[in-house]
C-alpha cells in the first residue's frame, strides 16, 4: 500500500486529472482524482488548474478527513473518504461533471440496461443518487449508497462518480460511462430504448466476472 508521500502515486493522480479533461469528460477543474493510501487517501487540491498541479499540491488525508499539506483538499472529499470506508475494493476515485452523464443525472435520470456494456458498471443499471449540496455529508450518503454493487454511479443535478482497483480503470470506466450516457441521450431523441431483460444481463455479468473484463 503507497504511503501519503509516494511521489510516484502523486504524480499519477495529477496525471489522471488531466487524463479526465484530455479525454472531454470533464472540464476546467470542476473534477477530482483520488487513490488509497495507507491510513487514507491522497486527493486533488481545490481550485487548482490541473496543469499546474505538483506533486506537493496533492492533498494527503486519513480515514477521519484530516488533511495534511499546503493545499486544502478538493471540497468533494467527504464522498471519497466515505467510498474509501465502505468499499474496501476500491482504490481510486474519479469524479468528474462529464457532459452526457451530466445531462443525464440534472433530468434525475438512472441509465438503464439498454445497452450491454452497462454490465461494466458492475450491475444492469447505472444509478442516479438523489442531490443534495456539493461537499455534503448528506451527498456522501447518497453516493455511498447509489454505489452499491456498483462502480459508478451519477449524482443528480452535479455529475457522476466512477471507482476502481486503480487510477487507471477508474478514469477508464468515467470515460466508458459517459460513452454509454452519451448514447443513451441519443437514442432518446428519437424514443425510449428497450432494456435488455434481467437474465440476459446477468449472463452478460457473468462473462465480465469470469473474464475479467468486458
Ligand atoms: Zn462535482
Request: aromatic share 6%; hydrophobic share 45%; with cysteine.
Amino acid at each position: 500500500m503507497p504511503t501519503p508521500d509516494s511521489p510516484v502515486l502523486r504524480e499519477r493522480v495529477i496525471a489522471t486529472a488531466m487524463g479526465m479533461n484530455a479525454l472531454g469528460i470533464n472540464h476546467g477543474r470542476s473534477g477530482n482524482v483520488s487513490a488509497r493510501i495507507d491510513g487514507g487517501f491522497l486527493i486533488t487540491p481545490s481550485a487548482l488548474p490541473y496543469a499546474e498541479l505538483r506533486a506537493a499540491d496533492i492533498v494527503a488525508m486519513n480515514h477521519e478527513g484530516a488533511a495534511s499539506g499546503a493545499r486544502p483538499p478538493s471540497t468533494e472529499w467527504r464522498f471519497h473518504r466515505d467510498i474509501y470506508a465502505a468499499r474496501p475494493d476500491v482504490d481510486a476515485i474519479v469524479h468528474t461533471h462529464a457532459p452526457f452523464a451530466t445531462t443525464l443525472a440534472c433530468l434525475d435520470r438512472a441509465i438503464p440496461a439498454f445497452h450491454y456494456m452497462i454490465a461494466v458498471a458492475g450491475g444492469d443499471d447505472i444509478r442516479c443518487a438523489p442531490y443534495a449540496t456539493f461537499g455534503t455529508q448528506e451527498l456522501s450518503a447518497h453516493a455511498v449508497r447509489a454505489l452499491e454493487g456498483r462502480k459508478a454511479c451519477l449524482l443528480a443535478h452535479h455529475g457522476m462518480i466512477a471507482v476502481g482497483d486503480s487510477l487507471e480503470s477508474a478514469l477508464a470506466l468515467a470515460a466508458e460511462v459517459e460513452t454509454l450516457a452519451e448514447m443513451y441521450w441519443r437514442a432518446l431523441q428519437i424514443g425510449e430504448p428497450a432494456t435488455l431483460e434481467a437474465n440476459e444481463m446477468a449472463t452478460v455479468l457473468e462473462k465480465f466476472t469470469s473474464y475479467g473484463k468486458p
